[in-house]
């Protein structure tokens, strides 16, 4: 997933982040990926994508498992997601469209996808996809537990918002690694809209392109938890800028609730691979 170093730094951040520090220092990472395309003029943006996209890298980054794109889009297979079936989109789905869809998410959002926000006279907040609109209550679809469905009686609602943001955090696609890689799954998906299912299906990478590999030898011998603790400021500094520029968006802050489906809150949340810095390894390493 992250370069040995950048693991290095990431663990440092998060593991102080996770045990609830006051972050006293200011980050400055490089301008990320979504704010250089903003920049782009669209239809250009667009144009490049088609002629200069690669799909078959495009498929690669789409079923990457930090970019979380299948676990919230159907291509086909007809299973509930929490986003549109990309192979169904319709005419609506024009170069444009799906560049500027990923770039901002929640620019035009699908209608049956936009995020319902109620709040309750008690003062819970409840946030999902709307599932049935009864005359006695609300059914959401909670994106916070595993889209279970969750039923509020209008009686009990205080206020009520259906134009809520796409679930699609914003700012997903700074987790590729440039322009090119953009490039390349905006052509992928470009062509699941014109082809459809079957196409998909073909595309859809070998299982074993994204089977995490074993760790190393010499990590038998590492005292993770020493390291960490000889770690400097600036250390601290890098780990930070990785975490707010790679994962934030979905897993949040101390301050701010991550937008992403079941994403652990990291501030809050109970480690499923436990929260020792020889686990926290692992699972930057290899992923959950």
Same mark, same amino acid.
């Given at each position: 997933m992250f370069g040995k170093n950048n693991v290095w730094n990431f663990l440092a951040g998060l593991?102080?982040?996770t045990i609830a520090v006051e972050i006293g220092f200011a980050a400055e990472p490089a301008l990320p990926l979504q704010q250089q395309l903003i920049k782009e003029d669209i239809s250009n943006l667009s144009r490049d994508a088609r002629e200069k996209g690669n799909a078959s890298r495009g498929a690669l980054a789409f079923y990457r498992q930090d970019m979380a794109c299948i676990r919230c889009h159907s291509v086909g297979d007809d299973n509930n997601k929490y986003g549109p079936d990309l192979t169904k989109l319709g005419k609506e789905a024009t170069d444009i469209y799906l560049v500027e869809s990923m770039i901002l998410p929640s620019k035009v959002i699908k209608k049956g996808f936009e995020t319902v926000v109620i709040t309750t006279k008690a003062g819970k907040t409840i946030s999902g996809l709307l599932a049935e609109d009864k005359n006695d209550a609300v059914v959401i679809r909670d994106n916070a537990i595993d889209g279970k469905l969750i039923s509020v009686s209008k009686k009990e609602i205080e206020e009520r918002n259906d134009k809520g943001p796409s679930l699609m955090p914003d700012g997903l696609i700074n987790v590729l690694s440039g322009r090119q890689e953009f490039l390349d799954m905006a052509r992928f998906l470009?062509?699941?809209?014109? !082809?459809?299912?079957?196409?998909? !299906?073909?595309m859809r990478p070998a299982s074993s392109l994204f089977a995490a590999l074993p760790l190393p030898e010499y990590e038998k011998d590492i005292d993770h938890a020493g390291f960490l603790q000889s770690n400097d400021a600036k250390s601290f500094k890098r780990?930070?800028?990785?975490?707010?520029?790679?994962?934030?968006?979905?897993?949040?802050? !101390?301050?701010?609730?991550?937008?992403?489906?079941?994403s652990l809150r990291f501030a809050e949340g109970k480690f499923k691979n436990g929260s020792d810095p020889f686990r926290m390894y692992q699972t930057l390493t290899h992923g959950y």
């Amino acid at each position: 997933m992250f370069g040995k170093n950048n693991v290095w730094n990431f663990l440092a951040g998060l593991f102080f982040f996770t045990i609830a520090v006051e972050i006293g220092f200011a980050a400055e990472p490089a301008l990320p990926l979504q704010q250089q395309l903003i920049k782009e003029d669209i239809s250009n943006l667009s144009r490049d994508a088609r002629e200069k996209g690669n799909a078959s890298r495009g498929a690669l980054a789409f079923y990457r498992q930090d970019m979380a794109c299948i676990r919230c889009h159907s291509v086909g297979d007809d299973n509930n997601k929490y986003g549109p079936d990309l192979t169904k989109l319709g005419k609506e789905a024009t170069d444009i469209y799906l560049v500027e869809s990923m770039i901002l998410p929640s620019k035009v959002i699908k209608k049956g996808f936009e995020t319902v926000v109620i709040t309750t006279k008690a003062g819970k907040t409840i946030s999902g996809l709307l599932a049935e609109d009864k005359n006695d209550a609300v059914v959401i679809r909670d994106n916070a537990i595993d889209g279970k469905l969750i039923s509020v009686s209008k009686k009990e609602i205080e206020e009520r918002n259906d134009k809520g943001p796409s679930l699609m955090p914003d700012g997903l696609i700074n987790v590729l690694s440039g322009r090119q890689e953009f490039l390349d799954m905006a052509r992928f998906l470009m062509e699941v809209a014109e !082809k459809g299912p079957e196409y998909a !299906k073909q595309m859809r990478p070998a299982s074993s392109l994204f089977a995490a590999l074993p760790l190393p030898e010499y990590e038998k011998d590492i005292d993770h938890a020493g390291f960490l603790q000889s770690n400097d400021a600036k250390s601290f500094k890098r780990g930070e800028a990785i975490y707010l520029r790679v994962c934030a968006n979905c897993h949040g802050t !101390k301050d701010q609730v991550g937008s992403m489906p079941t994403s652990l809150r990291f501030a809050e949340g109970k480690f499923k691979n436990g929260s020792d810095p020889f686990r926290m390894y692992q699972t930057l390493t290899h992923g959950y």
